[in-house]
């Protein structure tokens, strides 16, 4: 059974150094880009994904160590690297493409699922703040209508305060208003009776003189009359 290599797809060995691979990489960005695929049944695009899929793994020395130990597995089992290495650069470049492809769509799967579940999450926490901030609207906005209503309350309250006052005031200003005149009609009427009692006592006064005059000429006409009838 052929084994799973992505050095085919760089063209190198499995023992290739660091410099060989970045090497490789740029030969095969080189002839996609200068149109020299030496393959020309494989589609560019699809060759360029597993390039850089293989660039990005075997460049990373802890995922090429991963990987040596899933691709070359049957080293354990007493398999010959070199028999490895020779079904590995016995692969056709089409059948280079397909594990590509291959690893490619397991890793887009695992790479769909993980963006997914990442956008899940944002969406989810992208929900709670503007659920919060909602929340957070609605209560300044309550805070604000509550204040609003306190101060609507107060000025009522204000207002209510002086027009109130403002009746006590006139209240007041009438019932003194009320007791001035009443003094004033008392003092009247009391200075009314006092001349009415001093017209009364000047008229019995005259009465009194004019009965004491009519008294003496009555006295001295029959003094009169007496002393002529002697």
């Known amino acids: 059974m052929e084994s799973k290599s992505l050095y085919t797809v760089l063209g190198i060995r499995p023992d290739a150094s660091q410099d060989q691979i970045e090497a490789a990489y740029a030969t095969v960005l080189e002839q996609l880009k200068e149109g020299t695929n030496p393959n ?30 899933k691709i070359f597995a049957p ?9 490895v290495i020779e079904q590995a650069e ?56 509550l204040m609003a209503q306190q101060a609507e309350r107060e000025r009522v309250a204000a207002e209510q305060a002086m027009r109130e006052k403002a009746i006590r005031e006139s209240d007041a200003v009438s019932m003194r208003l009320r007791q001035e005149d009443m003094e004033r009609q008392r003092q009247e009427q009391y200075q009314q009776m006092r001349d009415e ?26 003094e009169n009359r007496r002393n002529r009838r002697y």
């Open 197 to 222: 009692a001093a017209r009364r006592q000047q008229l019995s006064e005259a009465q009194q003189r004019a009965l004491r005059e009519k008294q003496t000429l009555q006295w001295v006409e029959n």
């Open 90 to 145: 016995s692969w056709s470049m089409s059948k280079v493409v397909v594990v590509g492809v291959i690893l490619l769509a397991a890793i887009g799967a695992y790479g769909y699922t993980t963006t997914q579940r990442e956008q899940v999450r944002l969406a989810h926490e992208k929900e709670v703040a503007d659920t919060q901030a909602r929340l957070e609207q609605e209560r300044l906005a309550q805070q604000e209508a």
């Open 40 to 69: 020309p049944n494989a589609d560019d695009r699809i060759r360029l994904i597993a390039a850089k899929e293989a660039y990005e793994i075997l460049s990373n020395p802890l995922k090429r160590q991963q990987y040596n130990q």
């Open 75 to 83: 080293q354990s089992a007493g398999i010959p690297q070199a028999i």
